[in-house]
């Protein structure tokens, strides 16, 4: 499995207005071969930021790498430009491959 995080730091204030970005657009991916689940989180506060992070399990960094090449990766992106009034700096990237899963036992039938 692979996990693809961008960091986002959010512009105290505009948590609302990043936050409706990302649950009203159609992010194209559904269907994608080896996509697994995506994630839009909140974490801490600091001074002049909120951090966000959006997460996304792939089943390979391959199925991960051939999304960043195709024609949905372009449509879920198109005007992403348009929101950098709301984040400082650009948003940063960060891929991992997962070592090890523990999964909740499957209890007894």
Known sequence: ?????NRFQV?????????????SRDTFLAGVPGF???HLLRGPEAEDHTLFASHTVWRSREDFEAWTRSE???????GA??????????PRFEG?????TVAPAQAAT
């Open 96 to 100: 991992f491959e997962v070592v090890q």
């Open 72 to 78: 949905a990766f372009r449509m879920a992106h198109r």
């Open 81 to 90: 430009g348009e929101n950098k009034p709301l984040y400082l700096g650009h």
């Open 1 to 5: 499995m692979y996990i693809a995080m």
């Open 36 to 38: 697994v689940e995506f």
């Open 11 to 23: 512009m105290r204030g505009h948590e609302d207005a990043f936050e409706k970005v990302w649950t």
